[in-house]
């Protein structure tokens, strides 16, 4: 029946203690059998399905309405509609394009660097069918799973939007959409987090993404999601172009009030984001939760008291910053740091992100308009190299589980090799999504146009690309 599951799991090689796996695991003299669909069935636990679910809504409450409100706060009034409506669409659009074929190719096998189109339209999906979580003899409805990571689809092209808001055209940006996740997100998705579960190893251990294999560790999407965003991002805002009267007209925050609200509702779901990537109810999830706590507070304290000695008072606006810097950085490290290593990881990652937003952008002046690459690209860099370090065993760490050696045993955690296999997801993140970016958008800018004109743009986008308005003045 190994042709039920071969699916992904999610996160990084799950870090679960020795004892955690069952005791016949343990004891195990051979490899480890794979269980049938019969057999899955009665692994599945309701409490971890009911948390996987509940995973799902937060990630869902963090596209749409958190980010929507998060990035409209922070463009002018004339614009807050535009912004709203691009980031409700993308997740429409993306939710689609998921269970036509983004699953498939995604959490399917078929190779290390995209996997095949098996269960196009969810063929052979259904609600007697179960996807691996991190521990043998785990499952939960494959349902479950689908959902779950739908929702990481749509939220991630949704966070590019913010680097070029307020200048772009609406379908061009959703056709961008369509061919981004399908060129970009997908495979690199496929890369870090696909691999067959750990009672399936022992039939074929080598199937599993490229990043996966190398042994590259991202909990919840650090490479994945922000690095990926954030240097299309980048790219996106290089390759349209400044706004009409940047550096010459006051272009500041419309509504820092919805900017709060955006970005406390992004903390509440973050908690899906980050803790649900364990794929079930257990301890790990309880330290993934902590963690996400704890690094958001660091990292918005360590922000507000970098602005206070740099410009002599705090600003709502530098807090929230920070608390999203911490969130982003926390999120490839979060099921495998401790508290107190969070701790440090938010206090470390709010210096460097502020030092890319406030002094780096303005020297290279590229109008990244609500700082997608400051925050979320070199946040998740950040993060995604200081998971080698957080998740060494000698200083609390989880460390990393060795699925292949049955019975299993706990590996040896060398961090210097496992910080250089982070840079090197890194990297690969950066090129594969910072090339593909750049031909899909100055392929679409050739073909379609990305930009708006200048009247319409200072006009406002609300009115010129949906005939309406945020407000009535």
Not at 2 to 20: E, H, T
Not at 339 to 367: A, N, Q
Not at 417 to 426: D, L
Request: aromatic letters at 12%.
């Amino acid at each position: 029946m190994k042709s039920i599951l071969k699916l992904g799991g999610y996160g990084a090689m799950a870090s679960l203690a020795l004892a955690s796996l069952p005791a016949w695991a343990q004891e195990a003299a051979g490899p480890i059998k794979a269980p049938d669909a019969a057999a899955m069935a009665g692994m599945v636990n309701k409490g971890d399905t009911t948390w996987m679910l509940i995973s799902s809504a937060l990630v869902l409450l963090m596209a749409i309405p958190a980010l929507g409100l998060f990035y409209g706060g922070l463009v002018r009034t004339k614009n807050m509609l535009s912004v709203l409506m691009q980031v409700f669409m993308i997740v429409a659009i993306v939710a689609v394009i998921w269970v036509v074929y983004g699953y498939s190719v995604t959490f399917t096998g078929g190779g290390p660097f995209i996997g095949g189109f098996s269960k196009m339209f969810l063929a052979g999906v259904n609600t007697g069918t179960y996807a691996a979580t991190f521990s043998n003899n785990v499952y939960i409805p494959e349902y479950a799973f689908v959902i779950f990571q739908m929702t990481f689809a749509c939220i991630t092209p949704g966070l590019i939007v913010g680097a070029f808001a307020e200048r772009i055209k609406f379908w061009p940006l959703m056709l961008f959409s369509v061919l981004w996740v399908t060129a970009v997100y997908f495979p690199v998705a496929h890369m870090v987090w696909y691999w067959a579960g750990p009672d399936f190893l022992s039939d074929n251990t080598a199937d599993a993404g490229y990043l996966w294999g190398m042994g590259a560790l991202d909990f919840a999407g650090g490479t994945v999601v922000h690095i990926n965003a954030g240097i299309a991002g980048l790219v996106g805002c290089l390759v349209i172009g400044k706004r009409v009267g940047f550096g010459k007209e006051n272009m500041a925050p419309h509504s820092l009030t919805m900017t709060m609200v955006g970005a406390s509702m992004l903390w509440v779901g973050w908690f899906g984001f980050n803790a649900g990537s364990n794929l079930e109810a257990n301890g790990i999830t309880a330290l993934a939760f902590i963690n996400t706590f704890v690094a958001t507070a660091a990292a918005a304290l360590a922000w507000v008291l970098v602005e206070q000695l740099k410009q002599g008072r705090p600003s709502l606006l530098g807090a929230v910053t920070g608390a999203v810097a911490g969130l982003v950085a926390i999120t490839p490290a979060s099921g495998f740091a401790t508290p107190m290593t969070s701790i440090v990881l938010g206090l470390v990652v709010s210096p460097i992100c502020f030092f890319f937003v406030s002094y780096v952008k303005g020297k290279l002046k590229y109008d990244d308009s609500l700082d997608v690459f400051g925050v979320h690209c070199v946040g998740g860099i950040v993060g995604a190299i200081a998971t080698g370090i957080v998740a060494d065993p000698s200083l609390g760490g989880q460390g990393w589980f060795d699925y292949t050696v049955f019975p299993a045993v706990a590996g040896t955690y060398d961090m210097g090799a496992q910080v250089v296999t982070q840079i090197k997801a890194v990297s690969i993140t950066l090129l594969w999504s910072g090339v593909v970016s750049f031909i899909l958008f100055k392929g679409i800018d050739m073909i379609f146009g990305l930009r708006p004109s200048a009247d319409d743009e200072r006009q406002g986008l609300d009115q010129t690309s949906h005939g309406e308005s945020a407000y009535n003045m």
